[in-house]
DNA sequence: AGGTTTAGTGCAACTGTTTGCAGTCTAAGG
DNA sequence: CCTTAGACTGCAAACAGTTGCACTAAACCT
């Protein structure tokens, strides 16, 4: 029924093994037969059955990779990459989402372990201790998480917040708040040490928050109180919850108070007004960690982000 | 170094088939054994492989799942649905994207095919016959594209599609324009279909139409030249760039033009307007299509959609 | 009591590929 | 002309499970 090796050996008249070289290991055959098995072989259909291989090579051909929420819109773009990235070498992609569940993270881990060759873990809120210990099953590359012995992918949203902070800061800006991320979040922590070494601003540090529209929504009112005129926000989400807050409040978005969010998500022209944020790469993360991970190499990348102005920032008045 | 089901035999004092069907047929196998299997295995940190059963059974337990675009914010609701529903029955999910191409798509199939027990393909264009040559390589269930012989779930784009029409109606429009979207496809017909059976509306169709903002932004002269004060736009992203068109050409909405759009892509609150549209039931389809897959049902299911009114349409004036 | 079912387990063949080892043949080196 | 190193290719044993069949012993039936 289904067309194997062996049914090609037959037909091409050479032994089994050959024809297994001529797709595993080309250079090994001679180039009359490897043409003679390809063509035979294109006649018959015959695709190789990677269970079989996997079976005796121990390598699946197959990657995991692993996010908080595959409906957040900061990710599908990384994974669309990492899913390219992995077909350009013949590898395949499980994606798995942990439903922002820090103990989903494990269990997953575990349920891929045996069945991929290795797993890209993104923004991992898992113990440094529970990571080392999956290490020991099966191969890993990190993004944004710091994890020594770990290949890791960053995406240096330190960079992208001094400039945001500098961006507020030429403008005219004194006073900004910070409205943070959720506690323990590697990224949060990284906003925060790189606005704080602005000069010429003060600095007030509002939060933790959730990442969500909610949580920005229900910072407006310490945003207020404040009395800041330029607010960097941890993520877009929290942005937009805290411009809407902030519209209930009676303040105006740029004209009142200038908001700068992170991830650069927010898509569509109709977004008023539009947001000034961080773009991140997330894109060339997937694509890099997969690299990585398929080239077994470990290292530290760290990928820049830029700046882009648009209408959420004004000088205050 | 990876423990086996012979060790796990060994250990436990029973033959490996026992073991084996303490994993696959439980039922088959004493209680008492089974329990001491189970405890045996436990401890040795066993963990069935995958490959070496798939190699038997043939079944490989994975699942692929096929859409135009993973970042296309109208899918990622659905493949996670898709991946939890999969993922409770222990199966893994592929994804994968054609990037809009309809080539990709066979291609996807072909190298999909031997390793998966199955496929879902979100509104494929390849032609019925290139699908039907498709079908006896691989069983597969489709979204939103009518197939005789293949399990099949639709979203009713239909009844969304009058609902539309009808609000529009009901709000005093009479001349109505329907941007409609690419040639061939099988929504843009059905939601013609169904906007021209609505009474006491004049519908002017405009297109077809690039699925894209550019698309709906290049649509807006041909709109104000028809004189319409309504529109159903093939979707969001449609709609989207026909507001920004119509912004350009001095036509604010929905004071001067009422717009309707299809799928509720737009997340933030911070559109303005906020877009009337018909919301889809991405997540349930999702889900429904990897059970029907799963459980090998060849059924046509339609699903309900429902209009959500918001900012972007007003009575006319 | 004798025959028959039934539950539980063992045996061994089989799945499709890879790969170390051994053999053959050719061409080059001495 | 003999030796030897390559270049190819064949052989057969893995890889880690599943499953039809045979077998045993206990339970059931009349």
Redesign the pocket.
């Known amino acids: 029924?289904?067309?194997?090796?062996?049914?090609?050996?037959r037909a091409s008249?050479?032994?089994?093994?050959?024809?297994?070289?001529?797709?595993?290991?080309p250079?090994?055959?001679?180039?009359?037969?490897?043409t003679r098995v390809l063509t035979v072989a294109e006649e018959l259909g015959?695709?190789?059955?990677r269970?079989?291989?996997a079976?005796?090579?121990?390598r699946t051909h197959n990657l995991g990779l692993i996010v908080a929420d595959i409906a957040n819109p900061f990710f599908p773009p990384l994974i669309k990459a990492a899913h390219a990235a992995a077909r350009q070498r013949d590898y395949h992609l499980f994606v798995a989402d942990t439903d922002e569940e820090p103990a989903a993270e494990e269990e997953l881990v575990q349920a891929f372990s045996k069945q991929v060759d290795g797993l890209v873990l993104c923004s991992p809120r898992s113990s440094n201790k529970a990571l080392e210990r999956l290490a020991e099953r099966v191969p890993f590359v990190v993004i944004n998480r710091r994890l020594r012995g770990a290949a890791t992918v960053l995406m240096d949203v330190g960079h992208g917040a001094r400039l945001a902070v500098e961006h507020l800061a030429g403008l005219g800006h004194r006073r900004v708040a910070l409205v943070s991320g959720p506690a323990g979040s590697w990224t949060s922590a990284e906003i925060r040490t790189a606005a704080e070494q602005v000069a010429g601003i003060e600095l007030v540090v509002i939060g933790p928050n959730a990442p969500t529209e909610r949580g920005g929504f229900a910072a407006a009112q310490r945003v207020r109180d404040a009395g800041v005129t330029g607010v960097l926000a941890y993520n877009d989400l929290v942005a937009i919850g805290l411009i809407e807050g902030l519209g209930e409040l009676g303040l105006a978005v740029p004209e009142d108070v200038s908001v700068v969010g992170i991830d650069d998500i927010v898509p569509g022209r109709l977004n008023r007004p539009k947001l000034t944020t961080v773009a991140m790469p997330t894109a060339a993360a997937g694509r890099l960690a997969v690299d990585l991970l398929i080239q077994e190499v470990s290292a530290t990348t760290s990928l820049e982000t830029r700046l882009v102005i648009r209408d959420s920032t004004a000088p205050p008045r």
Request: charged content about 15%.
């Open positions: 029924m289904t067309v194997t090796i062996r049914d090609v050996a008249g050479v032994h089994v093994s050959t024809v297994s070289r001529t797709f595993s290991a250079h090994m055959v001679n180039a009359a037969t490897r015959y695709r190789p059955n269970a079989a291989r079976l005796t090579t121990g």
